[in-house]
Nanobody, 125 residues
Framework: QVQLVESGGGLVQAGGSLRLSCAASGRTFSNYAMGWFRQAPGKDREFVAAVSGGGGSTLYADSVKGRSTISRDNSKNTVYLQMNWLKLEDTAVYYC??????????????????WGQGTQVTVSS
């Protein structure tokens, strides 16, 4: 059974940085794309970033492009989201997601079949 466990969320001041981690288990990690999504109170879940299985391809939402970096360490079965220059509007619960099948990679939530429990990121002024 695939399990995804996020960590690294917390309270940070605007302009600060955080690194989120997601540890995966239950299948061959490097075969599948991984993504990060977020959901703010009263809003729909939205795409943040994604990385292909081998790590060679990445996608970013315009809202975080240039401020965030997604990466993965396949030897540790872990995907990361480094977020810099955080803004108040980055406040949300951040979810790690694993793609549905080997060939899936993209920014649509339907691409992903497996989800973590979420980690709260709160940016204060």
């Amino acid at each position: 059974q695939v399990q995804l466990v996020e960590s690294g969320g917390g309270l940070v001041q605007a302009g600060g940085s955080l690194r989120l981690s997601c540890a995966a288990s239950g299948r061959t990690f490097s075969n599948y794309a991984m993504g990060w999504f977020r959901q703010a109170p009263g809003k729909d879940r939205e795409f943040v970033a994604a990385v292909s299985g081998g790590g060679g391809s990445t996608l970013y939402a315009d809202s975080v492009k240039g401020r965030s970096t997604i990466s993965r360490d396949n030897s540790k079965n872990t995907v990361y989201l480094q977020m810099n220059w955080l803004k108040l509007e980055d406040t949300a619960v951040y979810y790690c997601a694993g793609s549905r099948s080997y060939s899936d990679f993209g920014l649509q939530w339907s691409t992903y079949a497996y989800w973590g429990q979420g980690t709260q990121v709160t940016v204060s002024s």
